[in-house]
């Protein structure tokens, strides 16, 4: 009886040496190891011919022996700050999730690998990882990690609230247009009572589309109305927008809805209030959930467009990287207001005459 390998068994898979596939290919090795590496004086039929070999034999380059060769491990730690006093995952976040997907792309097409960390992590458990560099996302005021990457002199990439500090490198977006954008478009559909829910976790962009809130309710004579939820998730927003649209004072006419949560659930809370959209209120959220334009009515959405803020941010940390710098960098990427019928004024009544297309 023959006994058959268990799959994980080394000697089920051999290993296979560049010499494997040199002699496969017909080639010396020193050949080989040019075409794989995309260097060398050659045809690219010799090249071709060489990789046809290596992939064939299943070959795989021993990558940590060349990376410590080369001096660095292409590690990049990653953290989401916002997520820190909260037990639940942020890739429960459509935006959280855009923006990590979106990063260890950009990251992995220039040869790095996100290494994920826990927001709550300090430097005795990651200083002896071989980080290139940190992320750390949303970081909330006066984050430890930030502080930490920094006085290690860790190349970082995050929000604003770094500028200026050697080192470090930040993508923000335009708050204060955003938030004026959805405001004053609200303000345009009639809007005179627009209430905004916001995350109850500070950070640098929920501080400053709070003040932006306030300062254009002062513009417009208009009375702040402002709730903040118990943390991040879709429960503690639509516990929010509950209690604002059921507790006492003037019901609002308008909902900016800037804490992050599945739009269904946003509407249906507003239903549960005994409220229309957008008859007797017109809603937007910030959000990055695509059943937004599927729902009933459709809701208009504010995105803060996370694979811009990714690919910039890895832009620029690769730059430094590569040119050893520790000159500060920066840049501001544009939002994008989607209008759908939960904000239109007139959309309620046109769809009740058969006259609104979707």
């Not at 020193?30 to 050659?42: D, E, I, K, P």
């Not at 046809?52 to 060349?66: C, D, F, I, M, S």
């Not at 929010?240 to 249906?268: M, W, Y």
Request: glycine letters at 10%.
């Amino acid at each position: 009886m023959t006994d058959t390998p268990r799959r994980g068994d080394p000697a089920a898979t051999p290993r296979i040496r560049l010499v494997d596939v040199a002699r496969e290919a017909g080639l010396s090795k020193t050949t080989v190891s040019a075409a794989l590496n995309g260097t060398g004086r050659m045809s690219d039929t010799v090249r071709e011919r060489a990789r046809e070999a290596a992939r064939r034999l299943g070959y795989r380059p021993n990558a940590t022996a060349r990376l410590l060769r080369a001096g660095h491990a292409r590690l990049i730690g990653y953290a989401v700050g916002e997520f820190a006093r909260d037990p639940g995952s942020y890739m429960a976040s459509p935006y959280f999730a855009q923006l990590t997907s979106a990063t260890a792309t950009a990251a992995l097409q220039r040869g790095y690998a996100l290494v994920l960390l826990p927001a709550r992590c300090g430097p005795d458990e990651w200083a002896d990882l071989p980080l290139d560099a940190a992320i750390v996302a949303d970081p909330l005021d006066d984050d430890p990690l930030v502080e930490d990457f920094i006085a290690a002199r860790v190349p970082l990439f995050t929000d604003r609230s770094v500028e200026g500090r050697p080192g470090t490198h930040w993508v923000d977006v335009d708050a204060d247009g955003a938030v004026r954008e959805v405001l004053d478009h609200l303000r345009g559909q009639g809007a005179r009572r627009t209430a905004v829910v916001l995350p109850g976790t500070v950070t640098r962009f929920h501080s400053a589309v709070t003040d932006t809130y306030r300062r254009w309710c002062g513009e417009h004579g208009a009375a702040p109305r402002l709730v903040t939820t118990d943390g991040p998730g879709d429960g503690p927003v639509v516990g929010a927008v509950e209690r604002l649209l059921t507790g006492p004072g003037p019901r609002p006419d308008a909902l900016f809805v800037l804490a992050e949560a599945s739009p269904p659930l946003v509407l249906d809370a507003v239903r549960r209030a005994g409220l229309g959209v957008p008859d007797d209120l017109l809603l937007v959220c910030a959000s990055e959930d695509a059943s937004a334009a599927h729902t009933h009515p459709p809701v208009s959405t504010l995105s803060l467009q996370p694979a811009l803020v990714a690919e910039k941010g890895i832009e620029l940390l690769m730059a430094a990287l590569e040119s050893g710098s520790r000159e500060p960098t920066g840049a501001v990427v544009p939002t994008r207001l989607e209008v759908r019928a939960s904000s239109s004024a007139g959309a309620g009544k046109l769809r009740s005459t058969g006259a609104v297309r979707r």
